[in-house]
Every structure is written in structure tokens, then in C-alpha cells.
């Protein structure tokens, strides 16, 4: 289990101070440096707004998960919650990863391929690039100490380590992601209860919040996203500290 310990804290208090100097100083500096650097200066000035968007949508992103409850399955009252358990068949038919072929309760599959990527100065770098992407969509069973509910998975969106990988060649490459009958499971999405046959069900909001299934508690998930946060405003400092070094360089020097 997660402990949100002192570190934690500190860090969401870190990345929220960062992300108001970055946003009220740093910005107004850099769009100003931006435009006197003429267009090298407009395309850093575009690229450090990007990092900024990216680390705010990743800090909100932690802020919301963070407010979500998590409650045990069988005394959560309907709405949007977190549970989590151990993961089980919904019924006797059979699933099975498509690159392995071994039984499974949900599956995530994508097929990548290197490709060359041209950089400034003419300079190319080969990186991985997904072209094709697919996943089940059938529903698994979620089970506590108190209880059970039935997992829509359809419009999540899936935390869980890469489970294997196939390259074909040099340039393609298969990946897969699974969950299997006894894995820990976190759910954060919309609870629902059906009166006619007393089943609760997880699905996708429908008023657009998150819909995460992970193999961590979502207080995890939103620490990972606090860092992924931190990783972004640590980019956009350091293009704005290089922005502004160019720009006193310029006017020492005509």
C-alpha cells in the first residue's frame, strides 16, 4: 500500500509553487525573449508553452485523482469512487492475449515502428512510433474483503506495466498489456448500482472525468503524475534560463 508520507507532500507542495512561478514570472519573460530572439526565439518560445500545458495537465491531473475517495466495494454509496481488489472472471468464456495466447481478463496490444526523425540541423534519430493500437473490451470482476463489482473497462484509460514484447525485424516491434485472474486491481471511475439484480458496476463518467484502471492505489498513480509534472516545469526552467541567457548575450554584444 501507498504511504503518503512527508517526501509526498512536499513534493505536491513543490510542484505547485514551481508551476506558479513557471506560469505568473518565468512565462511573461520568456514570450518577451521569445520575440526578440526572432524565430529560433518564437519556436523555443512554442516549445516551452507546451511544456508548460503538459505539466499543468499533469498536475491537475494528480490534484483531481488525489480528491477522489477510496472506499471498499461493498459500502461505497454510487458515484465517483476508487476500489480495488483482485481481479476475476466475469463469466466461463474464455479470453487470451493475442501475442502470448495465455488466459486473460483484459488485454492492450500495439505494434510500433522505428522510424528516422529528422532534428534541427539536419541531424535524424530513430525512435519508436505506435501505429496500431487495440484492446478488449469484455468486463472482468473486481472482488474485496466486502464484496464484488463488475468492471466495464470500455474508455479507460490503462496504468499497467508492459507485460511482452516481440520484434519482428529491425523496425516493428509487438507489446502487450495484461491482466490476469488474481492480479491487484485499482479502478477510479463512476460507480453504479443496478436495483433489479443488486450488481455494482465501475464504467466510464459521463460527465468526462477520469477513468483510470492501474496496478496501483490512485494515490500512487497521482504521485507519478505530480513527477511527471515536475519533469516538464524542470524543461521549461531550463529553456527559459537558456532563452534569457541569449537574450543578455545579445544586448552585451549588439
Excluded at 3 to 17: E, F, H, P, V, Y
Excluded at 193 to 210: C, F, L, T
Aim: a positive charge; aromatic letters at 8%; glycine letters at 8%.
Amino acid at each position: 500500500m501507498y504511504n503518503d508520507n512527508r517526501s509526498s507532500t512536499a513534493t505536491r507542495i513543490g510542484a505547485s509553487l514551481l508551476l506558479a512561478v513557471a506560469s505568473c514570472i518565468l512565462l511573461p519573460l520568456l514570450m518577451v525573449a521569445g520575440l526578440y530572439l526572432g524565430k529560433v526565439g518564437f519556436t523555443a518560445l512554442v516549445l516551452g508553452i507546451g511544456f508548460l500545458l503538459a505539466a499543468t495537465a499533469k498536475r491537475l491531473r494528480a490534484v483531481a485523482m488525489r480528491a477522489v475517495p477510496s472506499l471498499h466495494i461493498s459500502t461505497a454509496s454510487p458515484g465517483y469512487v476508487e476500489v480495488s481488489g483482485h481481479a476475476a472472471p466475469a463469466d466461463e468464456k474464455s479470453l487470451r492475449d493475442p501475442l502470448t495466447n495465455e488466459p486473460c481478463l483484459w488485454f492492450g496490444v500495439e505494434t510500433a515502428k522505428r522510424e528516422y526523425v529528422r532534428q534541427r540541423y539536419g541531424l535524424r534519430h530513430r525512435v519508436w512510433l505506435p501505429i496500431k493500437k487495440g484492446s478488449s473490451s469484455r468486463p472482468f470482476v473486481l472482488r474485496d474483503t466486502t464484496g464484488t463489482c463488475v468492471v466495464m473497462p470500455e474508455g479507460a484509460e490503462f496504468n499497467l506495466p508492459l507485460a511482452h514484447s516481440v520484434r519482428q525485424g529491425e523496425d516493428l516491434e509487438y507489446r502487450a498489456w495484461r491482466i490476469r485472474p488474481g492480479d491487484f486491481v485499482s479502478v477510479v471511475g463512476q460507480l453504479v448500482s443496478d436495483p433489479s439484480s443488486s450488481k455494482r458496476y465501475m464504467r466510464k463518467p459521463k460527465d468526462g472525468h477520469a477513468f483510470v484502471i492501474s496496478n496501483q492505489v490512485h494515490r500512487r498513480v497521482a504521485h507519478t503524475k505530480t513527477m511527471e509534472s515536475l519533469y516538464f516545469l524542470g524543461a521549461f526552467f531550463v529553456l527559459a534560463l537558456i532563452l534569457l541567457a541569449a537574450v543578455v548575450y545579445r544586448m552585451m554584444h549588439g
